[in-house]
């Protein structure tokens, strides 16, 4: 059984900077693809930043040249660090992981930029 659970949100202020991580366990961590998704209010889920299992790495046009996803192995973590950030970056932020489609899910956390 998969779990995956994020941490490092909260509040900062426009231009400041954020790491989320994701925590997983209960499977081969190297052998999946992870990514990061958002979702704000009213708004549908989107994706942010992706990393397969071949360490390719893929942004929404949005977050290009300001988010940056990478993973420790060791640690079986998925990190996402967050800089230049901007008020529309609010949102509720969930990691997934998945071979071929998005399979399992984090409860997500929050991030505020104001």
């Known amino acids: 059984h998969v779990q995956l659970v994020e941490s490092g949100g909260g509040s900062v202020q426009a231009g400041g900077s954020l790491r989320l991580s994701c925590a997983a366990s209960?499977?081969?961590?190297?052998?999946?693809?992870m990514g990061w998704f958002r979702q704000a209010p009213g708004k549908e889920r989107e994706g942010v930043a992706a990393l397969d299992s071949g360490g390719r790495t893929n942004y929404a046009n949005g977050v290009k040249g300001r988010f940056t996803i990478s993973k420790d192995n060791a640690k079986n973590t998925l990190y996402l660090q967050l800089d230049s950030l901007k008020t529309e970056d609010t949102a509720m932020y969930f990691c997934?992981?998945?071979?071929?489609?998005?399979?399992?899910w984090g409860r997500g956390t929050q991030v505020t930029v104001s």
């Open positions: 997934a992981c998945g071979t071929g489609s998005w399979s399992s």
């Open positions: 209960g499977y081969t961590y190297s052998s999946y693809s």
